[in-house]
């Protein structure tokens, strides 16, 4: 059985304001979904991403893009 305990924290967030947050289009989260590089719930047709999967994987792009011109990595 599932525990719904660790769903009552969950947040998820629109494919919209994914994209709005990650400052790319729509059509990019959809892709990052189907490669399954963004993990994500499907309600009937539409898709929700939850809250921390999209501040993990922008965390891991930042650090896989290394430091930023005029900025040194700590």
């Known amino acids: 059985m599932i525990e719904l305990q660790k769903f009552e924290d969950a947040h998820y967030l629109?494919?919209?304001e994914v994209a709005a947050a990650m400052r790319v289009s729509r059509m990019t989260v959809y892709r990052l979904v189907h490669a399954g590089e963004?993990?994500?719930?499907?309600?009937?047709?539409?898709?929700?991403?939850p809250e921390?999967?999209?501040?993990?994987?922008l965390i891991?792009?930042?650090?896989?893009?290394?430091p930023v011109h005029g900025r040194m990595a700590i």
């Open 38 to 49: 963004l993990p994500a719930v499907r309600f009937g047709r539409s898709y929700r991403v």
């Open 60 to 66: 891991a792009e930042e650090h896989a893009a290394g």
């Open 14 to 16: 629109t494919v919209a």
């Open 52 to 57: 921390r999967a999209v501040e993990e994987y």
